[in-house]
C-alpha cells in the first residue's frame, strides 16, 4: 500500500477496499453469504450431541471465527466510510447493503452459538478442559452465561429480522440526520454568516467570549429541537425495542445484558455510580474555583469549559501528534511506536468537514486488520486531549492484536482504560515541561474538566438513560419528557454553583452513545476511577509497572476484570475502591487551589 497516497486530512481506506463499488467488497460479500450456508450444512444438530470431539469444536469455532472476520470486513468498511462522509448517498447505501448481508450472515450461523448453550453441562466442562479448546475458553464461558435468556432459533431468527427493519433502521435514521444537520451561524472573525457543522459550533464552547459561547450552543440545541419528531421517534422506538426484548427474554433488569457482557456486577456497578455521587462536591467546588478564575458573577453551563486567558495558547495537529507521542514514549517507547503507525500509515481521519460524524471514536476493526482513529480536530487544548484519548484506544487494540476475534476487544469495563490513561500520561507531560504558572493552571483546569466530565457527567448520562427507559416500559415519551429527566439529572451535579441555559433542555438528543450503546457510559466512570488507581500504581512503582500495562492490554478481552486486575492488586469488590480515585481528584483540586492562590498572592504585590 501507498501509504502517502491518502490527503492528509483525511484517512486512508484502500487496505480495506478502494471504494463502495470495489469488485472486492461485493466477492466478499458474496463469498461471505456462500461459506454461511455451507458451515450451516456442516454443523446444524451436530454441536449439541454428546459425540461431539474436541477436535470437531475446534475446528467448528475456527471456521466461525473466519466466517465471522470475513463478514465483517466489509460492515466495518462501510462504518468508516458512512463515518467519513454521512451525506453522500454511496456511503449511505453500501451502509444500507452491509447491514443486510450482515443480517444475512448472522440468521444463517445464529445455530451455532444456540447449540453451543445447549450443550449438556458435563460434556461442555470435560470439552473446556482440553487443551485444543484452551484459546477460546473464556469466550465460551461469557457464552454460556446468556443461556438462561436464551430463546428458540425460530424466535431468535425472527428478532434480527425484526432487528433490520425495527432498532436498527431508527439507529440508521438517527445518524443519517445527525450528519446531515447544517447550522446557520456568525462565526466569530468572519465577515458574514455562513453554514457550519455542529463540530464547529461545540469548538465555540472553548470559545472566549461568553457570548458566542452560548449563542454558538443555543443555535446547536434549538436545531436538535427543530428536529424533535424525528429525534423523539428514534428514542422511544429504541428504548420500547430494549423494554420489550427483555420482558421477552426475562432478564431481570433493564441493564442485565450489558451486565453480562462487560462481566460486571449490577452491586459493584450501583456502588461506584452512589460513591461517584457521593463525590459531586468535588465538582461543584471546581466549577466555584473556575468561576472566580473567569470573574464571573454566575456561571452558565456554557461556561464550563471557557479558556482561562493569559497563554491563549492554540495546538495544530502536527504540534498535538508530537505532544501525544513524546508522552507515549516516555512511559514506554513501545507505547509510542504503536501510537505512531496511525500517522504513517494514514489511519487517523483528522479535521472536521461537512457530512462527516462529530466527535471521536477509534474503531478496532479485527485482529490483523489495523485499527481507524476519526478526529475533529480544531486546535484547543481538549483536542489534543481527545488524540491522546483516542489514540490510546488505538494502541490498545494494536497490542491486542494477538488474540483471537472472540478475545481481542476489552471487556466493557476495560473499553477506556488504556484511552484515559493516555490522557493522564499527555497532561503529567504538559505539566512537566511546563513552567508558566498560567498554563499550569490551564492544565490542571483542563484536566479537571476531563475527569469530571468522564465520571461525574457520564454518571448523570448514565442516570439519564436509566430513568428514560424505565418511564418509556410506562408510556410514550414526549420531548419534554426526555427534556425534563435530563435537567434534573444535570441539576444534580451542578447544584446551585453552574445555571443551565433553557435551551439544554434538548442535551439529551445529541449524545450518540444512548442510540448506538446501551448503558455504555458507566463505562467511562469505571475506566477513569481505574486509571487513577494504575496512575497512582506506575507513580509508586515506575519501570516495574510499565511490562505488566503492556501485558494487560494485549491479553484484550480473553480473560474476566477481576483476573486481568490480579496482577495490580486492585479488588474491584473493595468498598474503598471507588473513592480512592476521587481522593486523588482532591489531590489534583487542592494543587490547582494552590497555584490559583499563589496567583491571586502575585497580582496583590
Not at 453469504?33 to 470437531?56: C, H, K, M, Q
Not at 467570549?209 to 429525534?231: I, K, P, S
Not at 424505565?470 to 444534580?492: F, H, K, M, Q, V
Not at 489534583?588 to 502575585?602: D, G, I, K, M
Amino acid at each position: 500500500m501507498n501509504t502517502c497516497a491518502a490527503p492528509p486530512s483525511q484517512w486512508d481506506l484502500s487496505s480495506l477496499y478502494f471504494g463502495p463499488e470495489d469488485p472486492a467488497l461485493s466477492a466478499d460479500l458474496a463469498r461471505a453469504a456462500a461459506e454461511a450456508r455451507t458451515f450451516r450444512n456442516d454443523y446444524r444438530g451436530r454441536i449439541a450431541v454428546p459425540e461431539l470431539s474436541a477436535e470437531d469444536f475446534a475446528s467448528a469455532l475456527q471456521s466461525y471465527e473466519a466466517l465471522q472476520r470475513l463478514g465483517l470486513r466489509p460492515f466495518l468498511y462501510a462504518q468508516l466510510l458512512f463515518a467519513a462522509d454521512g451525506e453522500s448517498e454511496a456511503p449511505k447505501a453500501l451502509l444500507s447493503r452491509v447491514r443486510e448481508a450482515w443480517s444475512d450472515l448472522s440468521e444463517e450461523t445464529l445455530f451455532f452459538e444456540l447449540e453451543i448453550l445447549r450443550i449438556d453441562p458435563d460434556d461442555f466442562a470435560v470439552l473446556l478442559a482440553n487443551p485444543l479448546l484452551l484459546p477460546y475458553g473464556h469466550y465460551l464461558r461469557r457464552l454460556r452465561a446468556q443461556a438462561p435468556y436464551t430463546l428458540s432459533e425460530e424466535v431468535e431468527q425472527a428478532l434480527q429480522r425484526k432487528d433490520l427493519s425495527g432498532r436498527e433502521a431508527f439507529v440508521q435514521l438517527y445518524e443519517e440526520l445527525e450528519a446531515s444537520l447544517r447550522y446557520d451561524f456568525h462565526f466569530p472573525g468572519e465577515s458574514a454568516p455562513r453554514e457550519g457543522t455542529g463540530e464547529e459550533l461545540l469548538a465555540l464552547l472553548y470559545h472566549g467570549d461568553g457570548a458566542v459561547r452560548e449563542e454558538a450552543f443555543t443555535v446547536f440545541l434549538q436545531r436538535h429541537g427543530d428536529n424533535a419528531l424525528v429525534l423523539g421517534s428514534c428514542f422511544n422506538n429504541i428504548l420500547l425495542d430494549h423494554g420489550k426484548e427483555v420482558e421477552l427474554r426475562r432478564y431481570p433488569d433493564l441493564m442485565t445484558p450489558t451486565h453480562l457482557e462487560s462481566e460486571t456486577e449490577p452491586e459493584m456497578v450501583e456502588h461506584m455510580m452512589a460513591v461517584t455521587e457521593a463525590n459531586y462536591g468535588l465538582a461543584r467546588e471546581f466549577f466555584a474555583l473556575k468561576k472566580r478564575l473567569l470573574g464571573l458573577e454566575r456561571m452558565k453551563n456554557t461556561d464550563l469549559y471557557a479558556p482561562l486567558g493569559g497563554s491563549g495558547r492554540s495546538f495544530s495537529y502536527p504540534e498535538a501528534k508530537e505532544l501525544v507521542l513524546a508522552a507515549f514514549g516516555e512511559f514506554s517507547p513501545a507505547l509510542a511506536e504503536e501510537g505512531a503507525a496511525f500517522f504513517e500509515e494514514g489511519r487517523i481521519d483528522p479535521f472536521p468537514r461537512p457530512g462527516k460524524s462529530g466527535g471521536a471514536f477509534c474503531m478496532g476493526m479485527l485482529p490483523g486488520l489495523a485499527p481507524r482513529i476519526l478526529l475533529n480536530h480544531t486546535g484547543n487544548l481538549r483536542d489534543v486531549s481527545t488524540l491522546a484519548h483516542e489514540l490510546g484506544h488505538g494502541v490498545h487494540f494494536a497490542l491486542s492484536r494477538g488474540q483471537n476475534l472472540f478475545h481481542y476487544q476489552a471487556p466493557l469495563p476495560f473499553a477506556e482504560t488504556a484511552s484515559v490513561f493516555g490522557e493522564m500520561l499527555l497532561t503529567r507531560h504538559l505539566l512537566a515541561k511546563e513552567s508558566d504558572p498560567q498554563f499550569r493552571i490551564e492544565l490542571l483546569c483542563a484536566k479537571l474538566e476531563d475527569i469530571i466530565a468522564t465520571t461525574f457527567r457520564q454518571n448523570v448520562l448514565t442516570r439519564f438513560e436509566i430513568a428514560a427507559h424505565r418511564l418509556r416500559g410506562e408510556r410514550l415519551l414526549s420531548a419534554d419528557d426526555y427534556g425534563r429527566l435530563w435537567w434534573e439529572e444535570n441539576g444534580r451535579l451542578f447544584g446551585d454553583e453552574v445555571e443551565m441555559i433553557e435551551p439544554y433542555r434538548w442535551g439529551w438528543s445529541y449524545i450518540s452513545h444512548f442510540i448506538h450503546a446501551r448503558f455504555y457510559c458507566y463505562s467511562y466512570v469505571f475506566g477513569e476511577l481505574l486509571v487513577l488507581a494504575l496512575y497512582q500504581k506506575y507513580l509508586e512503582e515506575g519501570e516495574a509497572f510499565v511490562p505488566r500495562y503492556l501485558e494487560l492490554l494485549s491479553r484484550g478481552g480473553s480473560a474476566p476484570p477481576a483476573e486481568l486486575l490480579a496482577p495490580f492488586g486492585i479488588d474491584l469488590a473493595d468498598p474503598g475502591f471507588w473513592q480512592k480515585g476521587y481522593d486523588f481528584v482532591r489531590g489534583l483540586l487542592e494543587e490547582l487551589r494552590v497555584l490559583v492562590e499563589e496567583r491571586v498572592s502575585t497580582l496583590r504585590r
